[in-house]
């Protein structure tokens, strides 16, 4: 799978030089920016790692305009049930309960480690990102996508009302509705639906997350506090039968791209 547009080009990494540049993109996202850190994190090398990647499929947005070896502006990592048998897990199971997912019986990919680099962010990257998903998407027939999104720091009294908007207004139906591990169960509806601040709301909310919401996508049970990663999760998930004529064109745009 392969999209090329102008001097941008999306397509999978092929060989451990692409790994690593990928990883060096999210070092500078989720480490240099967001204060991130993990037990295989090489802060030497400055790569962004864990033992999970080997088992990923590693989708890369390039911009030929920049120098060699500074191409990759853009990375998702994405894997499917195969490859988590491989794995023994998902990554995401070690933060939320996928059984529902799992016991389905439909196709399912997990999205994770979605990172632009600064400069392109707010443009048109994502969306050539987003396209190269799509078309990933419809040659392997996926019919349930999911991941965890984050929310920066660890202090909950200011996740209030996105949280809790999030759980009243965006709930996943029972039959996709992961929950959050009871060990680290988090609540989300920490301030009553009557009692929203929709605008303060929806300003709290991560650009990639209220994305997803604009696709159709709704959240898991409960959130999960990352600390490693200093952030807050939340768990996404997209199911393609529920998305609306609207919402699948734009992965028709990226299938047939």
């Known amino acids: 799978m392969q999209i090329d547009d102008g001097h941008f080009e ?12 990928a990883q060096r993109l999210r070092y500078e996202v989720f480490v240099g920016e967001l204060g991130g850190d993990g037990p295989l994190v090489d802060h030497q090398a400055r790569l962004e790692q864990d033992r999970f990647d080997p088992y990923f499929d590693h989708l890369m947005l390039l ?6 070896g500074d191409q990759v502006v853009g990375v998702y990592r994405l894997m499917g049930d195969a490859q988590a048998r491989a794995a023994g897990q998902f ?8 059984q529902v997912l799992k016991r389905s019986g439909r196709r399912l990919l997990e999205l994770g480690r979605s ?3 600064a400069e392109y962010r707010g443009g048109s990257a994502m969306m050539h990102l987003w ?9 392997r027939e996926i019919e349930v996508m999911f991941g965890v999104a984050s929310f920066h720091g660890t202090d909950i009294a200011p996740l209030a009302q996105p949280l809790s908007f999030l759980h009243h207004r965006h ?6 509705r992961v929950r959050a591990r009871a060990e680290a169960f988090l609540r989300m509806d920490l301030v009553p639906e009557d009692q929203l601040d929709r605008p303060a709301a929806t300003r ?12 159709g996508g709704f959240v898991g049970d409960g959130a999960f506090i990352d600390r490693p990663f200093n952030c807050v999760d939340v768990c996404l998930i997209m199911d393609t039968a529920r998305m609306s004529d609207r919402h699948r064109a734009i992965y028709q745009k990226g299938a047939s791209a």
Do not use: M, Q
């Open 171 to 176: 709930l996943a139906p029972t039959d996709i």
């Open 115 to 117: 990172c632009l680099h």
């Open 10 to 21: 999306v397509r999978l990494a092929t060989d451990a030089e692409d790994l690593r540049a």
């Open 204 to 215: 709290a909310i991560p650009s990639l997350i209220k994305a997803y919401l604009r696709l």
């Open 91 to 98: 990554y995401t199971e070690d933060e939320y309960d996928l």
């Open 63 to 68: 911009d030929h305009r920049r120098a060699a």
């Open 131 to 139: 396209n190269g998903l799509a078309a990933y998407v419809s040659a």
